[in-house]
Nanobody, 118 residues
């Protein structure tokens, strides 16, 4: 599965931005998709995820501000980032988990940079 992220850029504190991740195959066949982020000097962390059944999960730091959604027609998963904070800056990576013979495989995009400015 190839994943391509888009939508990153510079955004002001308190503003909104939406990231998009487009997959090379029908996302209805993927078990889950998610967004992770990595800030400079920090480890990559899970921000939000959504399963094929539309069950969502969010990191505590973004609950109530971010929303993840799936657009099956466009084979895309979106991350709506609202009321962004300085600590939301980082490279955002999309991932997808797919069932494969013998288990599951995780696929990653190359990331898109989000910079929150004060």
């Amino acid at each position: 599965v190839r994943l391509v992220e888009s939508g990153g850029g510079e955004v002001q504190v308190g503003a909104s931005i939406t990231l998009s991740c487009t997959a090379s195959e029908d996302i209805r066949g993927l078990n889950a998709m998610g967004w992770h982020r990595q800030a400079p000097g920090k480890e990559r962390e899970l921000v939000a995820s959504i399963t094929s059944g539309h069950t969502t999960m969010y990191a505590d730091s973004v609950k109530g501000r971010f929303a993840i959604s799936r657009d099956n027609d466009k084979n895309a998963v979106l991350l709506h980032m609202n009321r962004v904070e300085l600590q939301d800056s980082g490279v955002y990576y999309c991932d997808a988990r797919a069932a494969r013979p013998g288990g599951f495989m995780d696929f990653w995009g190359k990331g898109t940079l989000v910079t929150v400015a004060s």
